[in-house]
């Protein structure tokens, strides 16, 4: 006869199946594979890093170690630097799986999680320690921006941990580009890191949101939060809702034809309106040289933004070019 359902032995592996969890841990037993996999990461270098050390090993495993990565990056202060990371931080303090702390900091709450990914992940994540254990401070920024010059070019210290010709040759990657220019950019499929580096290796200087109401459920795409990481790595922001269009117009888009209506609506109603409202969008572009519309959708046909875009034509030079990003 089997073990009883109410025996030691059953209750026992039943708890070592779910862990022994806190009420508040037992809330929180979901999270995305990538917040898996930063824990992991975190775990294998003992459970504590400095900050700097840890933004660039996660870079750096997922750069080597995933084909789909977990984490994109932007050049920021001391290099490369995610976002998503931080806010994913936030989370997981919140969650009590890390100190609120400066520094990366696993909670003694918690423990293994390495044991939560795929097991090709959790060899990979080995491998990626035993390699890179012992390059720490300054020798891990050199080894990354030597590697990866384009992520130094914001740093604040690579003038200090590279030499003269290295340092040369990320300042010529930062260099300004010539002549003036007027994109488009939607951020439909890619996180905000990738689509701030659009704009940094295009040198936009500023981004002009025309969507009516700037929320997203999507990280970093809302009104407050991409001003600021815009601010952050030096592109000014500015909303102009007047050449939005209305959320409701949008719902029962389904066919091709729905949407050729629905812009040939906006191009013969709200530009003609808003006139001057396209004239102060050229006046942005005089000013900044390099200037980039911004709306959701990542095909520019599937978006009003390229009705405003041949509007700002309309009035600027023959020589006037539009580049969607």
Not at 84 to 90: E, G, R, V
Not at 204 to 231: A, C, H, M, Q, W
Request: net charge positive; hydrophobic share 35%; glycine share 6%.
């Amino acid at each position: 006869m089997g073990a009883s359902l109410f025996s030691p032995s059953v209750i026992a592996d039943r708890l070592g199946a779910i862990g022994t969890l806190l009420p508040r841990e037992r809330a929180q037993t979901t999270m995305y594979y990538r917040q898996k996999v930063l824990l992991a990461l975190l775990e294998s270098f003992g459970g504590k890093l400095a900050s700097t050390d840890f933004q660039k090993y996660l870079f750096l495993y997922s750069r080597l170690c995933e084909k789909d990565r977990s984490y994109e990056f932007v050049p920021y202060k001391y290099g490369c630097f995610s976002f998503q990371s931080y806010a994913d931080k936030s989370k997981l303090v919140a969650s009590g799986y890390l100190e609120d702390a400066k520094d990366w900091k696993l909670s003694d709450s918690f423990n293994n999680h390495t044991a939560q990914l795929k097991k090709d992940d959790a060899g990979k994540i080995q491998l990626f320690h035993d390699k890179y254990v012992s390059l720490k401070g300054k020798k891990l920024l050199q080894h990354v921006y030597r590697g990866y010059p384009y992520y130094a070019i914001n740093s604040l210290v690579a003038n200090e941990i590279l030499t003269a010709d290295e340092y040369a040759a990320v300042q010529k990657l930062k260099a300004p580009k010539k002549g003036k220019l007027f994109a488009t950019i939607g951020y439909e499929g890619i996180t905000v890191e990738e689509y701030l580096n659009r704009l940094i290796e295009n040198d936009i200087r500023l981004l002009v949101d025309v969507r009516k109401n700037p929320l997203s459920r999507k990280y970093g795409f809302s009104k407050t939060k991409l001003s600021e990481l815009l601010n952050n790595v030096g592109i000014s922001y500015k909303h102009l809702p007047k050449l939005g269009i209305v959320s409701d117009k949008r719902k029962s888009l389904k066919t091709s034809q729905d949407y050729k209506n629905l812009f040939s609506n906006y191009e013969k109603t709200v530009i003609p309106e808003e006139k001057d409202t396209i004239a102060e969008l050229y006046d942005f572009y005089l000013d900044s040289a390099r200037i980039a519309i911004t709306c959701f959708e990542e095909c520019h046909t599937m978006c009003h933004r390229h009705k405003v875009a041949d509007a700002v034509a309309g009035i600027a030079h023959s020589r006037f070019k539009v580049v969607h990003l």
